[in-house]
């Protein structure tokens, strides 16, 4: 976990303040006067450099200098225009947190000049979300150990200062740490076994109450599409984690939510083998459900005043003598019977029945975190995800919501004549379909089928968990893609207000 302690003050440092932080990173807007910049500690020598520069000093551009001190403070000196995207901004700001590694010290200043206070604040968030995104020690398994990496321990802000000291984006971190760092863990270190003791570990610290639904358990409530994944594996340590939060001061009628997750600790594809190429990297294919747990600490962290629960869906999809196989039925918990197509579509059969259980118990709203299909991908790269709702008029919320966090989304149609393709001539539906080209769509019809009582549902298929270079603020492959996001839509767009009945 990041333990950088955070300082704030409104005013701007004077030279004694500056020559006491080794490094410091100043952002101006892109039209800010040279009478502005004066008013910045060695504002002289920045208005001379950004003469220099003439018209390439320009938004999200930034020079570099040692400054004349005892201590040869090393300084970033970085505009944005005002209306520059959160993604943008994010992404810049992380840009600026790796250049300001190559010289970095324990203590880091940041300067916001020259913004009103709105706008100063979404630029000093975004560089604190950057500052955490960097130091959030991932798994590492090397016999050789590098040089002992300096780790920031204080970050000082000035032209700032906020009643709420960015509690929020520190919490989104640390849920985004937890996100990203059980997701790179390898599969023999992240078993269903070891995720379970990691559940337990994080349930005890922050005081959740914790259920684990196992094989045995579940074959009594007639899970049989989620059995029907978990008993290719050697180990019978398949299961389901019900995680619950209760806030301290209880409100009658208050909104509850409901997180899923998608826990495939490792995807072999089962019978339908995966080529090796896209089989590497499929110990990620549990990261909805690290994105799920992640979201869920951030929450509690904010100690939010309306109950939440997280629904971890585990298991191993293994190759075996004991592996479902294409054209095998199986019955889902609700009764309906499964012809399966494919066994590497397994996550739909592990959430169908997570969704049966999660729904009967009629929470406002649940959302589900899953890397559930290639075709999204396809459809979008990896800079965005695809998301799914059975309430079509949340769509211009859910893409603000994307849009203000700087995790984008986008909507897929989930119109009923998508059926057609699942329909079955030996059972109730088809597990998906043999047809390529939307099986992103034909996975969330699949899904809504198991939501009942209709209980307002969103899917995110995360497209985006992992991409080459990191996205955004975030500098790791793995993104944990999610967290950020789903903080905004309950509590900027607080979405669990809407009418969605």
Same mark, same amino acid.
């Given at each position: 976990?990041?333990?950088?302690?955070?300082?704030?003050?409104?005013?701007?440092?004077?030279?004694?303040?500056?020559?006491?932080?080794?490094?410091?990173?100043?952002?101006?807007?892109?039209?800010?006067?040279?009478?502005?910049?004066?008013?910045?500690?060695?504002?002289?020598?920045?208005?001379?450099?950004?003469?220099?520069?003439?018209?390439?000093?320009?938004?999200?551009?930034?020079?570099?200098?040692?400054?004349?001190?005892?201590?040869?403070?090393?300084?970033?000196?970085?505009?944005?225009?005002?209306?520059?995207?959160?993604?943008?901004?994010?992404?810049?700001?992380?840009?600026?947190?790796?250049?300001?590694?190559?010289?970095?010290?324990?203590?880091?200043?940041? &300067?916001?000049?020259?913004?009103? =206070? !709105?706008?100063?604040? @979404?630029? %000093?968030? /975004?560089?604190? *979300?950057? #500052?955490?995104? +960097?130091?959030?020690?991932?798994?590492?398994?090397?016999?050789?150990?590098?040089?002992?990496?300096?780790?920031?321990?204080?970050?000082?802000?000035?032209?700032?200062?906020?009643?709420?000291?960015?509690?929020?984006?520190?919490?989104?971190?640390?849920?985004?740490?937890?996100?990203?760092?059980?997701?790179?863990?390898?599969?023999?270190?992240?078993?269903?076994?070891?995720?379970?003791?990691?559940?337990?570990?994080?349930?005890?610290?922050?005081?959740?109450? &914790?259920?684990?639904?196992?094989? =045995? !358990?579940?074959?009594? @409530?007639? %899970?049989? /599409?989620?059995? *029907?994944? #978990?008993?290719? +594996?050697?180990?019978?340590?398949?299961?389901?984690?019900?995680?619950?939060?209760?806030?301290?001061?209880?409100?009658?009628?208050?909104?509850?939510?409901?997180?899923?997750?998608?826990?495939?600790?490792?995807?072999?594809?089962?019978?339908?083998?995966?080529?090796?190429?896209?089989?590497?990297?499929?110990?990620?294919?549990?990261?909805?459900?690290?994105?799920?747990?992640?979201?869920?600490?951030?929450?509690?962290?904010?100690?939010?005043?309306?109950?939440?629960?997280?629904?971890?869906?585990?298991?191993?999809?293994?190759?075996?003598?004991?592996?479902?196989?294409?054209?095998?039925?199986?019955?889902?918990?609700?009764?309906?019977?499964?012809?399966?197509?494919?066994?590497?579509?397994?996550?739909?059969?592990?959430?169908?029945?997570?969704?049966?259980?999660?729904?009967?118990?009629?929470?406002?709203?649940?959302?589900?975190?899953?890397?559930?299909?290639?075709?999204?991908?396809?459809?979008?790269?990896?800079?965005?995800?695809?998301?799914?709702?059975?309430?079509?008029?949340?769509?211009?919320?859910?893409?603000?919501?994307?849009?203000?966090?700087?995790?984008?989304?986008?909507?897929?149609?989930?119109?009923?004549?998508y059926d057609k393709m699942l329909e079955s001539d030996i059972a109730d539906i088809k597990q998906c379909s043999r047809e390529s080209g939307s099986d992103h769509i034909l996975a969330s019809r699949f899904l809504q089928r198991f939501v009942k009582n209709d209980v307002p549902w969103i899917h995110i298929d995360l497209s985006s968990s992992n991409r080459k270079g990191g996205l955004a603020h975030i500098p790791t492959d793995t993104t944990g893609f999610g967290v950020r996001f789903t903080l905004n839509l309950l509590l900027d767009?607080?979405?669990?207000?809407?009418?969605?009945?």
């Amino acid at each position: 976990m990041v333990t950088i302690k955070l300082q704030q003050n409104a005013n701007l440092p004077g030279k004694n303040q500056v020559g006491k932080i080794s490094n410091w990173i100043i952002l101006v807007p892109e039209s800010i006067s040279d009478s502005e910049i004066k008013k910045i500690p060695y504002g002289q020598i920045l208005n001379q450099r950004k003469k220099q520069l003439k018209k390439k000093f320009s938004s999200k551009s930034y020079f570099s200098l040692d400054l004349p001190n005892e201590k040869i403070c090393h300084l970033l000196f970085a505009c944005a225009g005002i209306s520059i995207s959160r993604y943008e901004l994010l992404g810049f700001a992380a840009k600026l947190l790796k250049e300001n590694n190559t010289c970095k010290g324990t203590d880091l200043g940041i &300067l916001v000049h020259g913004f009103d =206070k !709105e706008v100063a604040e @979404k630029m %000093a968030e /975004a560089l604190i *979300a950057a #500052a955490f995104a +960097s130091e959030a020690e991932m798994p590492a398994f090397k016999s050789s150990k590098n040089k002992q990496q300096i780790k920031l321990k204080k970050l000082y802000l000035y032209g700032l200062k906020t009643s709420h000291g960015f509690k929020r984006t520190i919490a989104e971190a640390e849920g985004n740490e937890l996100a990203r760092r059980l997701s790179i863990l390898p599969s023999n270190k992240l078993t269903p076994t070891e995720y379970l003791k990691e559940a337990r570990s994080l349930a005890k610290a922050n005081n959740w109450k &914790l259920e684990f639904y196992d094989l =045995k !358990e579940l074959k009594k @409530k007639k %899970a049989g /599409a989620f059995v *029907a994944v #978990a008993q290719g +594996s050697p180990v019978a340590d398949a299961g389901i984690i019900r995680l619950r939060y209760t806030p301290q001061k209880k409100i009658s009628g208050k909104n509850s939510l409901s997180l899923v997750g998608k826990g495939i600790c490792y995807d072999t594809g089962g019978t339908n083998l995966k080529p090796a190429n896209y089989m590497f990297g499929m110990h990620e294919d549990m990261q909805g459900s690290a994105v799920a747990l992640g979201t869920f600490l951030a929450l509690t962290r904010l100690k939010v005043n309306f109950p939440v629960e997280c629904w971890l869906s585990l298991a191993m999809n293994h190759i075996g003598p004991k592996a479902y196989k294409p054209n095998d039925v199986v019955t889902a918990s609700d009764g309906t019977t499964i012809e399966v197509v494919h066994t590497d579509a397994e996550g739909r059969m592990i959430l169908s029945d997570t969704l049966v259980l999660v729904s009967r118990l009629k929470p406002s709203l649940i959302i589900d975190y899953a890397t559930l299909t290639g075709a999204c991908i396809y459809s979008l790269g990896k800079a965005y995800s695809g998301i799914f709702t059975n309430k079509e008029e949340l769509n211009p919320v859910l893409i603000d919501a994307g849009k203000d966090s700087g995790e984008r989304v986008w909507p897929f149609p989930m119109d009923e004549d998508y059926d057609k393709m699942l329909e079955s001539d030996i059972a109730d539906i088809k597990q998906c379909s043999r047809e390529s080209g939307s099986d992103h769509i034909l996975a969330s019809r699949f899904l809504q089928r198991f939501v009942k009582n209709d209980v307002p549902w969103i899917h995110i298929d995360l497209s985006s968990s992992n991409r080459k270079g990191g996205l955004a603020h975030i500098p790791t492959d793995t993104t944990g893609f999610g967290v950020r996001f789903t903080l905004n839509l309950l509590l900027d767009k607080k979405i669990l207000g809407h009418n969605l009945k």
